[in-house]
């Protein structure tokens, strides 16, 4: 069980955030999934506090989906408390702060990774956004900025200090993107030096490996995100593999099923047109590791409304199916 300042979460499993990606749908599908906790995608607290465009509509939840945090980005102190009081009165039950992402748009206005550059005002902006609400607060770090500056030990530190009740780190480097391995010994390294609970995140692409993290850094819990999106299942999969030393792959019905419901759930909150839209990228993650993906690849440009997925989707699995059973 991983508990976060005074709330406790059902299990150690929780939804990375993901911008594009973790928005509600697909968080509703992974908290089905077993997930304990899910994670907005990251929000700016610019756009938050001053009512920018559809900002706010990130903040859009559902009460089958909580616990969820929110996750906010900035670099001013004021817009980043204030968004905090609004993700609070939006009914969001953590506050987590980003600063790991390395995205230029992000980072040029001193927000995300750049934050870790600047300790001095990391820890006013945690300070702050401490002050303005009384949820628990958490913060999202990665291994430095680049290995000239690898001050995650530094930074979770200072976090402890002003207040945070978790740390999640990706060990990578901002400079490094995502290329390379994650180290997990550095997330080892920061739970041996902080009280607050440490999250780690990275290169988690099956069950085992959560629990090989779990062994290796004595983290108190772990983040999924990459493998989320082709493997939904993976997080009931280390539940079921933890308590009972296997886990039930989903079979072509069960991933059918699923594609369709993502898709319902899509339609009831972005409309048949954006749905589509992103459904489209989707279908591609869904089938990963499945054969006759050219069929796939070959049709998702024409597929413009829902009648012309519904179509494609089934043609597509009536392919698989066939593939498969041909094969015998
Ligand atoms: C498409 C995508 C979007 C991401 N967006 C965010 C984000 O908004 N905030 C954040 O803190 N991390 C973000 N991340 C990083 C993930 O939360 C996670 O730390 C990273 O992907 C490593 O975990 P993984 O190997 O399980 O994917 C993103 C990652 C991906 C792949």
């Known amino acids: 069980m991983l508990t976060i300042g005074t709330l406790q979460l059902k299990n150690w499993l929780v939804l990375a955030p993901m911008s594009g990606r973790t928005n509600l749908p697909f968080r509703l599908i992974i908290k089905k999934m077993g997930a304990g906790l899910v994670i907005t995608e990251m929000i700016s607290a610019v756009g938050l506090s001053r009512g920018q465009g559809k900002t706010h509509t990130y903040l859009d ?3 089958a989906e909580r616990p969820v945090a929110a996750q906010l980005f900035g670099y001013e102190t004021d817009s980043m408390a204030i968004s905090a009081q609004i993700a609070a009165e939006k009914g969001m039950d953590i506050i987590d702060i980003n600063m790991g992402c390395p995205v230029k748009k992000v980072v040029k206005t001193g ?23 009384s949820l628990p607060v958490t913060v999202k770090i990665r291994a430095g900025w680049s290995p000239e500056e690898a001050n ?43 009280r607050i609970p440490v999250i780690g995140s990275g290169d988690i692409t099956e069950p ?15 983040m999924i995100g990459r493998a989320a999106l082709s493997n939904p299942w993976i997080f009931r999969q280390i539940l079921d593999m933890e308590e009972k030393g296997s886990f039930d792959t989903p079979d072509l019905d069960d991933r059918h099923r699923l ?24 279908l591609l993650l869904y089938t990963k590791r499945l054969p006759s993906r050219g069929f796939l690849k070959g049709c998702i440009s024409e597929i413009d409304g829902r009648k012309r997925l519904i179509s494609a989707v089934d043609r597509y699995f009536g392919n698989v199916r066939e593939e498969m059973e041909s094969e015998g």
Not at 113 to 127: C, G, N, T, Y
Not at 168 to 184: K, L, N, Y
Request: with cysteine.
């Open 111 to 133: 927000s995300g990774a750049a934050l870790m550059r600047d300790p001095k005002k990391a820890a006013k902006i945690l300070s702050a956004v401490r002050q303005s609400t």
């Open 259 to 282: 594609i369709m419901e993502h898709y319902s759930l899509l339609t009831e909150y972005l409309g048949e047109n954006r749905a589509t839209n992103v459904m489209r990228g989707l």
């Open 61 to 63: 939840s559902h009460p």
């Open 152 to 194: 995650a030990l530094e930074i979770a530190k200072i976090a402890e200090d002003c207040g945070a009740d978790g740390i999640s780190i990706h060990p990578r480097f901002a400079s490094q993107g995502f290329s390379g391995e994650a180290d997990w010994t550095l997330i080892g390294r920061i739970k041996r030096a902080i």
């Open 208 to 222: 085992s490996l959560a629990l090989k993290m779990r062994s290796e850094t004595n983290c108190d819990g772990i």
